[in-house]
């Protein structure tokens, strides 16, 4: 039979009330997104805030109106399964493509002033391809090691590479993709035979993103500082997916990730 215990009596009875309020503030700080941003600040390395933090932005981007965010998804061409592609020997995934030249916008201004010769630099633009067919772009570095804001898919055609890449706005910047198609001339070298946003009824790409022009090469660094494509923040939307029960199961290898 299960006993009815009064806290009242419990030696630690102060302590318990106080840990049941600090609990209770706990997770109240939990549904708002900015004390979230302070504690993956001040404790970096925790899973279980990180995890609460993404769960967190989905659940303000499922109720809050993005602009832009039905238009690139309803404009999207590919979807993606757990599956893998053989390109051994034509494309590389153990680092990243760059960019060398200085990018800019659609009138020709520059956006960044940086050498040629520096793939690691700060402003350099940087694209990377995982063996399940995962695509990030936009890399940038954090404490060593790179992050990406732009994920999607990629697709290999003989020597003919198309790719989809997003970014889900807020309520303060609108979503856009990008649909690339490269040729991989060599495993070390791309160029780019075309780009186009993925929503063509807006022009936020065309204002704001990095203009590369037909023909631009792309060449290959050797990097392990790659981000871990497991845990891209679109792998957690159902749209991204070709099945929805594969999503099911991705989402349940992903909270035993964290």
């Known amino acids: 039979m299960r006993a009815n215990v009064n806290i009242k009596d419990c030696k630690f009875a102060g302590t318990g009330k106080k840990l049941i309020s600090f609990i209770a503030v706990v997770l109240l700080c939990f549904t708002q997104t900015g004390c979230l941003t302070i504690l993956e600040n001040a404790f970096p390395n925790n899973k279980t805030i990180q995890y609460l933090s993404d769960a967190n932005l989905d659940r303000l981007e499922n109720t809050m109106p ?12 590919m979807c993606y399964s757990c599956d893998t592609t053989n390109i051994e020997g034509r494309i590389r995934t153990d680092g990243f493509y760059y960019y060398p030249k200085i ?118 660094v050797p990097s392990n500082r790659l981000p871990d494509p497991k845990k891209a923040w679109i792998k957690r939307k159902k749209w991204f997916w070709c099945d929805e029960d594969e999503w099911k199961r991705y989402k349940r290898e992903l909270k035993k990730m964290y």
């Not at 022009?203 to 203009?211: E, I």
């Open 103 to 220: 990018a800019v916008d659609i009138e020709g201004n520059q956006f960044y002033e940086h050498g040629s010769d520096d793939p690691f630099g700060e402003a350099t633009y940087r694209i990377a391809f995982y063996t399940d067919k995962t695509y990030c772009s936009s890399l940038w570095m954090h404490d060593s090691l790179f992050n990406a804001a732009e994920w999607g898919k990629f697709e290999m055609h003989n020597d003919t590479i198309v790719t989809e890449c997003f970014v889900i706005g807020n309520a303060n910047t609108p979503s856009y993709g990008i649909h690339d198609t490269l040729l991989a001339k060599s495993p070390d070298t791309l160029i780019l035979l075309s780009r186009n946003p993925v929503c063509p009824e807006y022009d936020f790409f065309h204002a704001q993103h990095y203009k590369i022009e037909p023909n631009g090469k792309f060449y290959f």
């Open 66 to 77: 993005i602009r832009n965010k039905d238009c690139v998804i309803n404009h999207k061409s």
